[in-house]
């Protein structure tokens, strides 16, 4: 049987960048005596509502000795020049002991208006009893940077408003490693859920009567569930439901309904080699229904993986696979969604450990938009790399956030190291197009050969392409190479040729390095040798859309083919194809519709006698 070519093409109406520029535009240092690291971060709250947003941080116990085995919380702010602390408190003596990466969120667990930093600092050893696993400093409410109750014998100190020690009974190693706000039985009353990697179960849910704003103690907190087995680094609550995610990669679901928590049944292995800190609820296509997307944190499986609901179930896709990115045995740490340029495109930026070539590797996934399932729907790219701590080891790259904190437009992406090599979190600002703008890149079938065609805007100390390919369900590898321009501001095209290609679907994209060994990773294409096709248009999608979606198209036959976009006066806005003769095959064009105003839209193919028109709407 004789095939027909399938051309899938990639297009845009912008210049599309390998990548964006990410410049370190600030260091928050660790501040003295402290010797080991920070523990945790959490940054992108504005509980004084002064227009700049805190950063909050806490230290970490590495070696057992000297202060970081005194559990302390900071406060940075941005003063419109610098960052600068603003506000500590040190827990001692209520712990003595704390362990290594204890867990931080923020929520208004009593929803008095005033929101809480809410903070584990467990103790390590020698488990004693009463020692507070739970620790709730509330904002002052007086417009200062303030939290917490003043602490009269030590004054420039602050105490917490509440803390809770989950269980009293001496000698239990009960250690939360993650905790999450939110109202799963939708009482009103937010409750704190959490994971834990050493005690009686792995997850719990607790609420509190209130929390007092002198600290007096009259709070009353209860514990209202707790179960599981298990180590759990990883924790996601979406409505009702709560996922703890094992180490060993197995999930496990727990539901709250009919007035009660119960268990259901694990899902094995939908996030092999588990996840460490990852996991970020999103709604990644704007339809208003949540996903998750996760970090596998195993030494092989260097993934990305997207959860979605299905009833009582998860249904687990891979969105990108960073092996080639991460190295042998480097591993996927920490995990923050956000929307770094504010353009209605989701981010998750997450870290690593010991990543090869490139240790401190910080990797972004940016959503392009498509079929939220699909790899091709996601471009992947290294914004930093390299940075080395002042005691010169490999580190655990696992604090991880997005977030407004210099009072510019765009969202900033922070991150920092877990162990005791005395990092500070690095703040990275998205300054710009990288070096090489790519213009353009698509692929088509030919003779059996499928033909990449690529074009650049500007270039500056561009080494070359590496072309990389992936084919039935293989993981992408580098068939070729093409040699850069160097620096240049006139428009480059390049071309490369595949003639080892059978029947079947492939996937391209292009590795750009420049001269100083950098590099970053283009969206993909695809294409596929499949069975003979009629003409048609396809709905766009998605669709409502905004700013940009995608259109689709089948040729039979080669024809001169115009596809363009009218408003609805009959106006043309854009030729996406203008008179263009195409050989037979399906086509996908992206359409940018970010200058636009909200409304209907028209667009209209037309290949040779065949005249097809469809309606799509912009909503902004």
């Known amino acids: 049987m004789k095939f027909r070519n399938l051309l ?11 990548g964006q520029l990410f410049t370190r535009v600030a260091e928050l240092p660790l501040p003295a005596p402290e010797n080991a690291g920070f523990g945790n971060m959490v940054a992108g709250v504005d509980f004084d509502g002064d227009g700049y947003t805190e950063i909050y941080l806490v230290n970490n116990d590495w070696t057992d000795a000297g202060q970081e085995l005194l ?46 930093i809410i903070w584990g600092p467990v103790n390590f050893s020698p488990y004693l009893s009463n020692h507070p696993r739970v620790i709730v400093y509330e904002y002052a409410g007086d417009g200062s940077n303030n939290l917490g109750v003043p602490d009269l014998a030590n004054p420039g100190n602050w105490l917490p408003n509440s803390k809770w020690a989950i269980d009293t009974t001496a ?35 607790a609420s509190v009567s209130s929390i007092p704003n002198n600290g007096d103690g009259s709070e009353t907190w209860t514990l209202e569930y707790s179960g599981g087995t298990g180590t759990a680094y990883d924790i996601a ?31 094995a292995g939908l996030v092999p080699g588990g996840s460490w800190n990852s996991a970020c609820v999103v709604d990644i296509d704007g339809n208003t229904s949540k996903e998750i997307l996760v970090a596998g944190n195993g030494s092989t499986e260097r993934k990305i993986y997207l959860l979605q609901q299905s009833g009582d179930t998860l249904i687990s896709s891979v969105i990108a696979d960073y092996a080639a990115l991460a190295g042998i045995g480097g591993r996927l740490y920490g995990g923050a969604a956000g929307d770094i340029g504010v353009n209605g495109m989701a981010d998750f930026v997450f870290g690593t450990r010991d990543a090869n070539p490139d240790n401190a590797s910080i990797f972004r996934l940016e959503y392009l938009g498509g079929d939220i399932t699909q790899s091709a729907s996601y471009a992947a790219s290294v914004i930093d790399k390299g940075y080395v701590t002042p005691a010169f080891g490999p580190g655990r790259w696992m604090h991880v956030a997005i977030a407004e904190v210099d009072g510019d437009a765009n969202q900033e992406v922070l991150y920092g190291e877990g162990t005791g090599e005395m990092a500070p979190i690095i703040v990275l600002d998205e300054t710009g197009q990288l070096p090489v703008e790519l ?16 074009s650049t805007a500007t270039e500056t100390n561009n080494k070359g392409f590496e072309i990389q390919r992936k ?3 293989n993981d992408f590898a580098a068939i070729g190479y093409v040699q850069g321009k160097g620096t240049t501001t006139q428009i480059q095209s390049y071309s490369f040729v595949d003639n080892d290609v059978q029947s079947g679907k492939y996937q391209y994209r292009l590795k750009q390095i420049d001269l100083d060994g950098s590099y970053s990773i283009s969206s993909i294409v695809e294409v596929s040798i499949l069975s003979p096709i009629e003409f048609s248009l396809a709905q766009n999608y998605p669709n409502p859309f905004n700013p940009s979606t995608t259109i689709n198209f089948s040729l ?13 006066l009959g106006q043309e806005i854009i030729s996406l194809v203008n008179n263009e003769f195409m050989t037979a095959g399906s086509y996908s064009f992206k359409f940018d519709a970010s200058t ?18 469809k309606k799509m709407t912009l909503t902004k």
């Not at 109406?13 to 390998?18: D, Q, S, T």
């Not at 969120?105 to 929101?115: A, M, N, S």
């Not at 799963?184 to 179960?201: K, Q, S, V, W, Y």
């Open 471 to 473: 084919a039935n369900g």
């Open 171 to 205: 000698g239990v190693n009960l250690r939360p490693f993650r905790m999450v706000v939110g109202d799963p039985d939708a009482d009103g009353t937010n409750e704190l859920m959490f994971c834990t990697r050493a005690g009686g179960f792995n997850f719990g849910v």
């Open 8 to 18: 899938l093409i990639v297009l845009f109406a912008a210049p599309l960048a390998f």
């Open 71 to 116: 559990p302390t919380i900071y406060a940075y702010e941005f003063d419109g020049s610098a960052f600068i602390l603003v506000w500590q408190a040190t827990l001692a003596p209520d712990i003595v002991l704390q362990n290594t990466w204890p867990p931080l969120t923020w929520g208004d667990l009593d929803k008095d208006g005033r929101p809480e």
């Open 237 to 267: 609550n979406i409505g009702n439901k709560a996922y703890v995610i094992l180490t060993g990669g197995n999930v496990l679901p727990f539901k709250y309904e009919t007035g009660a928590w119960a268990a259901l049944p694990a899902q």
């Open 556 to 568: 039979a036959k080669e024809s001169n083919v115009n596809l363009k976009v009218f408003n609805l």
């Open 596 to 613: 636009l105003a909200s409304g209907t839209y028209i667009y209209r193919l037309e290949a040779g006698d065949f005249v097809q028109t």
């Open 439 to 454: 213009k353009s890149f698509s692929a088509s079938v030919s003779d059996g050969f499928v033909n990449l065609t690529w």
